[in-house]
């Protein structure tokens, strides 16, 4: 299977700081790139789609201007959360696919984010 | 809007006993149906992929089957050890978007 890392896997910051998180496709390239949130004993939920090259596509509910998705190489999507409040804190996960679409998802190990 | 449901949402099993997991979707029109395992606080580790077109796959202790038309998939785990306690949860790929349940969380008692 393909690997796709992320980092960092936990992080704690400060009310109204910033917080970048990477996810990274090792072996393949990810044209697309997914990003997830999951807060506890709930299932994942989907941010945004992440296009190389262009902008992100945000769920219904997601602020874009407070979590910033760049995707500027076919191996590299950042997560910003900008102004951080405690009620972000939680597990934040991405995934990529080798084309796409139908293809099988991997995902990276999640970055726990605590803010304090 | 796809929406994924799991039953149970929670089992508890001795171990050596075979059990069933069940993930029910709303649109049949997918590319494909994936189930993961999460252990707490972790990330995901993907079990077992079933293309639109397939009808089950294994992978030893697991079986994971696809009845797109009803909706419906199942994953099947023989011979549970407690190493298997964990949270399961199946995705629903459509188009680019994909949904996930809200797990079934499983704990095999030793």
Redesign the interface.
């Given at each position: 299977?393909a690997v796709v890392s992320?980092h960092p896997s936990r992080v704690i910051c400060k009310s109204g700081t910033s917080v970048k998180i990477e996810c990274r496709s090792l072996d393949f390239q990810a044209t697309?790139m997914?990003w997830?949130r999951q807060f506890p004993k709930?299932?994942?939920?989907?941010m945004a789609?992440s296009n190389e090259g262009s902008k992100a596509t945000y769920e219904q509910g997601v602020e874009k201007d407070k979590f910033l998705i760049n995707h500027a190489s076919l191996t590299l999507s950042t997560l910003t959360v900008t102004s951080a409040h405690p009620e972000d804190s939680s597990?934040y996960?991405c995934?990529g696919g080798k084309d796409?679409?139908?293809t099988?998802?991997?995902?990276?190990?999640?970055t726990?984010l605590t803010v304090v | 809007k796809q929406e994924v449901t799991q039953i149970p949402a929670a089992l508890s099993v001795p171990e050596g006993e075979n059990l069933v997991l069940n993930c029910s979707f709303t649109d049949s029109a997918i590319y494909n149906l994936q189930w993961f395992r999460q252990d707490p606080g972790k990330g995901l580790t993907s079990l077992l992929l079933i293309q639109s077109s397939q009808r089950e796959q294994t992978s030893g202790r697991l079986n994971a089957s696809l009845d797109k038309s009803s909706g419906r998939s199942t994953l099947y785990i023989a011979a549970s050890q407690p190493g298997d306690s964990a949270t399961y949860l199946c995705a629903v790929n459509n188009n680019n978007d994909m949904r996930f349940g809200a797990g079934t969380r499983l704990t095999v008692k030793p």
């Amino acid at each position: 299977g393909a690997v796709v890392s992320q980092h960092p896997s936990r992080v704690i910051c400060k009310s109204g700081t910033s917080v970048k998180i990477e996810c990274r496709s090792l072996d393949f390239q990810a044209t697309t790139m997914f990003w997830y949130r999951q807060f506890p004993k709930q299932s994942l939920m989907l941010m945004a789609t992440s296009n190389e090259g262009s902008k992100a596509t945000y769920e219904q509910g997601v602020e874009k201007d407070k979590f910033l998705i760049n995707h500027a190489s076919l191996t590299l999507s950042t997560l910003t959360v900008t102004s951080a409040h405690p009620e972000d804190s939680s597990f934040y996960i991405c995934s990529g696919g080798k084309d796409g679409t139908n293809t099988e998802a991997f995902f990276g190990q999640g970055t726990r984010l605590t803010v304090v | 809007k796809q929406e994924v449901t799991q039953i149970p949402a929670a089992l508890s099993v001795p171990e050596g006993e075979n059990l069933v997991l069940n993930c029910s979707f709303t649109d049949s029109a997918i590319y494909n149906l994936q189930w993961f395992r999460q252990d707490p606080g972790k990330g995901l580790t993907s079990l077992l992929l079933i293309q639109s077109s397939q009808r089950e796959q294994t992978s030893g202790r697991l079986n994971a089957s696809l009845d797109k038309s009803s909706g419906r998939s199942t994953l099947y785990i023989a011979a549970s050890q407690p190493g298997d306690s964990a949270t399961y949860l199946c995705a629903v790929n459509n188009n680019n978007d994909m949904r996930f349940g809200a797990g079934t969380r499983l704990t095999v008692k030793p």
